[in-house]
């Protein structure tokens, strides 16, 4: 049960430290250096940080699912959006 937290605070770790290191090493202007990725590891960390996002919402867009089908399966229910 903890093993997603676990992953998903590991990765976030990670991706922190290749992006702490990029902007150590890297040049000063942050801005330009990450608006077009030049290095791999960049892109690596913005797939990485996707995938994460997918993951730790996969929860919520199970239960608005199942709301939006309770709601189209029961109509007489809902009277008013308000």
Do not use: E, T
């Given at each position: 049960m903890y093993a997603k937290q676990?992953?998903?605070i590991l990765a976030?770790?990670?991706t922190l430290f290749v992006l702490a290191a990029e902007g150590?090493?890297?040049d000063r202007d942050l801005v330009a250096q990450y608006a077009e990725p030049?290095?791999?590891s960049v892109?690596?960390?913005r797939f990485l940080c996707i995938a994460l996002a997918h993951i730790s919402l996969s929860g919520e867009?199970?239960?608005a699912f199942e709301l939006q089908?309770?709601?189209l399966n029961h109509p007489w229910k809902f009277t008013s959006w308000s």
């Open positions: 676990y992953f998903l976030q770790l990670g150590f090493h890297g030049k290095s791999d892109i690596l960390v867009y199970k239960q089908k309770y709601a």
